[in-house]
T-cell receptor
Framework: AQSVTQPDIHITVSEGASLELRCNYS??????LFWYVQSPGQGLQLLLK??????LVQGIKGFEAEFKRSQSSFNLRKPSVHWSDAAEYFC?????????FGTGTRLQVFP | GAVVSQHPSRVICKSGTSVKIECRSL??????MFWYRQFPKKSLMLMAT?????????EQGVEKDKFLINHASLTLSTLTVTSAHPEDSSFYIC?????????????FGPGTRLTVL
């Protein structure tokens, strides 16, 4: 069955530091991959998505993600984190017309 | 743009009453709308998928008679929690995919916090 794993439940970084959030997926075919961000008490905002082509995908708010087929990974990165990036981050894989979400990674940013 | 709204953002009701939550795509037509439930510090659980003019498809374990979904137009879907009980308290989020959009791309509403007393 298709699944998404986000190994890190909680990550803490200092403002200005680099960030990498891990995402691994299990999917039979070429996956459609997404990263969403959720601020407390809010809905989800799409950061970026990968369908095909260039494996390095640029998103909003300075985020990028790299699709690595050999590792079944789609890690999210940002070179310099801002305090406003503190939120919950969800990786998802598209299956037919549905999305399968990972369990999320909570990012905490210290000044 | 791709803006999805939900109303109300927060609702408190008594046990046994019914609550309706609206989900609207404001600047696009949505072929499909999705309803999710999110428990505290948990991921999103897909409850059902609805297409305009047809019956919703419910995920396994979701009671269709309890969670009534109506998708009356390409911009509006409603979720009615019937005879609500405290265990139905949760954060409900809807999403919509565009009529002529990229596959699987869903745009999410801001969510509705339901508290059943």
């Amino acid at each position: 069955a298709q699944s998404v794993t986000q190994p890190d439940i909680h990550i803490t970084v200092s403002e200005g530091a680099s960030l990498e959030l891990r995402c691994n997926y299990s999917y039979g075919a070429t996956p459609y991959l997404f990263w969403y961000v959720q601020s407390p008490g809010q809905g989800l905002q799409l950061l970026l998505k990968y369908f095909s082509g260039d494996t390095l995908v640029q998103g909003i708010k300075g985020f990028e993600a790299e699709f690595k087929r050999s590792q079944s990974s789609f890690n999210l990165r940002k070179p310099s984190v801002h305090w406003s990036d503190a939120a919950e981050y969800f990786c998802a894989v598209g299956e037919t017309d549905k999305l399968i979400f990972g369990t999320g990674t909570r990012l905490q940013v210290f000044p | 743009g791709a803006v999805v709204s939900q109303h109300p953002s927060r609702v408190i009701c008594k046990s046994g009453t019914s609550v309706k939550i609206e989900c609207r795509s404001l600047d696009f037509q949505a072929t499909t709308m999705f309803w999710y439930r999110q428990f505290p510090k948990k991921s999103l659980m897909l409850m059902a998928t609805s297409n305009e003019g047809s019956k919703a498809t419910y995920e396994q374990g979701v009671e269709k008679d309890k969670f009534l979904i109506n998708h009356a137009s390409l911009t509006l879907s409603t979720l009615t929690v019937t005879s609500a009980h405290p265990e139905d308290s949760s954060f409900y989020i809807c999403s919509a995919s565009k009529l002529a959009g990229e596959r699987n791309t869903q745009y999410f509403g801001p969510g509705t916090r339901l508290t059943v007393l």
